[in-house]
């Protein structure tokens, strides 16, 4: 961007608004890092109050039509460049931001981040109690607020749609169920005759794993894999999350649960697949629009991509098993490598979605999707929300919530943010995992021996050339189709889990 910055003042100008907005987000952003991690419970008002006005003064410096003016006057700038530039793409996700922040008023914004920080903190008193009724009118709120916010962009063939596109551009509800139902009449089957071949036996994760050596282990194990300690950090939450305030500050949460190794250990991994991202944009990025990942569904690509195509293969324990092993040796010296590979990879019909295995993931999530379209729709009011969950479990998993805290308030994302476009990226990212991860085994068929050895930068560094380092530049059908040669599918998705569960489980 620095030789069209030296030949057009307008450019810089855009660029140095775009840094200042982006400071006053980082610092809102670091605000709910503090609230979700540290911040004593007595702040919490403050602090809604604190976001909703860093987040008001953000979207007015955005939405000013001096900002419209720039980006008018660049135009036929944008036009006569190459359109993957980064000065063209820059203005032009500068400009779909713009024209779709103007739409909703700053006021909507306070309110809304207001709502959010109330509705966490209820949330986070409400889960332990198993409460329900306790945050039911603060997720009414959210739904209402959802509901205003969609209608700020009329014209949509579904009220999910304007919610959808902001967090998986170019989506919408009738091409995500369109998806969905394909990926789910190819995934039932299988979830279908693994759960009548149980052979897996998973107590071997249950044992008692104190938690100052779970958290020691998980560090050492992002570190190999690329992890930059120097731009980042880990800390205990009580969802986990990644969040960044520059792209040389990328920090990741975790939990832990002593009597679960599952949990904390494949947590940091799934964190640290999104920070690595985070950490391997273009630095000429920082600070504008270009910076961060392209959508939700890509995001979470890279996240399931090392949690599960790499941390939950055999190739990745045949190198870190032996250091597991020594960590702690009490509890699995007499587990073969064998038998943790097969636990880490049990599939069964759960209740979590975030501690559920690969095959019945996607099932959770469609769950969840399609309980907010019927939210948004009126078909389904909050007060029934629990009683909806729990028949859904009944009917997809055949298994019954015994708590509201296991059932409808197990997900953080509805009580911190809106009803709509939270979900279905989980899905997609799964989707997209799997297509990159055959994309990069194709150009490099030495990845699995090395991983098998313990090292990772062949992977990693084909991750930051062909996906992290363009940050937002492309959209991710452009990004897939860039990658692969091929739109998304769910093919290369199903192939994998055929091949890797076919195997485990002899069908």
């Known amino acids: ?83 993957d530039s980064d000065e063209a ?213 890279q996240s399931r991509l090392w949690e599960n195509l790499v941390g939950r293969s055999r190739n990745f324990w045949q190198f870190l098993y032996p250091q597991l092993q020594a960590a702690f040796p009490t509890q699995l010296n007499d587990v073969s490598l064998d038998s943790f590979y097969r636990a880490i990879n049990k599939v069964e019909r759960s209740l979590i979605r975030t501690d559920s295995d690969e095959v019945t993931y996607n099932l959770h999530v469609m769950i969840r999707f399609d309980l907010e379209l019927a939210l948004l729709e009126g078909k389904l009011a909050v007060r029934d929300l629990p009683e909806a969950w729990n028949e859904r479990y009944r009917s997809d998993l055949g298994i019954v919530p015994p708590s509201d805290s296991d059932g409808v308030m197990q997900d953080v994302h509805w009580y911190t943010g809106a009803i709509g476009g939270m979900f279905q990226g989980y899905t997609l990212g799964n989707l997209m995992s799997a297509q990159f991860f055959a994309a990069a085994l194709e150009a490099n068929p030495e990845i699995p021996s090395e991983i098998e050895n313990g090292k990772f930068s062949t992977l990693h560094d084909w991750l930051k050339a062909n996906i992290y380092q363009h940050g937002r530049k492309y959209t991710a059908a452009e990004l897939i189709e860039r990658v692969t040669g091929s739109p998304l599918s769910i093919e290369p998705f199903i192939s994998y889990i055929q091949h890797k569960f076919g195997e485990i489980y002899a069908l």
Not at 57 to 78: C, N, P
Not at 187 to 197: E, G, H, K, W, Y
Not at 206 to 229: C, H, M, T, W
Not at 257 to 266: A, I, P, R, S, V
């Open 1 to 83: 961007m620095q030789t069209l910055e030296k030949t057009h003042p307008k450019l810089q100008e855009l660029k140095t608004r775009l840094i200042e907005i982006d400071d006053i987000n980082s610092a809102a952003s670091l605000l709910y890092w503090d609230q979700a991690t540290y911040m004593p419970p007595g702040g919490a008002i403050a602090r809604g109050r604190q976001l909703a006005t860093l987040r008001q003064i953000a979207h007015t410096k955005f939405t000013d039509s001096a900002v419209g003016e720039l980006l008018e006057d660049l135009r036929s700038y944008e036009e006569s460049l190459p359109y």
């Open 89 to 301: 793409s820059l203005i032009r996700i500068t400009r779909r931001n713009y024209d779709r922040s103007i739409r909703v008023p700053a006021g909507f914004m306070a309110k809304m981040s207001l709502h959010r920080a109330e509705s966490y903190q209820a949330w986070a008193k409400a889960r332990p109690a198993n409460d329900f009724k306790a945050v039911q009118p603060y997720l009414e709120k959210t739904l209402e607020l959802s509901r205003e916010y969609a209608n700020f962009f009329p014209g949509y063939e579904h009220i999910a749609d304007p919610l959808i596109d902001g967090a998986d551009y170019g989506m919408k509800a009738a091409s995500v169920r369109s998806l969905f139902a394909q990926l789910r009449e190819r995934l039932v089957p299988i979830v279908d005759a693994i759960a009548s071949n149980p052979v897996t036996d998973d107590t071997c994760l249950k044992r008692n794993f104190p938690e100052a050596e779970q958290l020691a282990f998980s560090l050492k194990v992002i570190e190999q894999i690329g992890y930059d300690f120097k731009r980042g950090r880990q800390d205990k939450t009580l969802h986990p999350f990644m969040t960044n305030f520059s792209i040389d500050d990328v920090r990741i949460t975790t939990r832990v649960k002593e009597n679960d190794l599952n949990d904390g250990l494949f947590s940091t991994i799934h964190e640290m697949g999104h920070a690595l991202y985070e950490q391997g944009v273009n630095r000429e990025f920082e600070a504008t629009p270009l910076a961060g990942g392209t959508s939700s569904g890509v995001h979470e690509s």
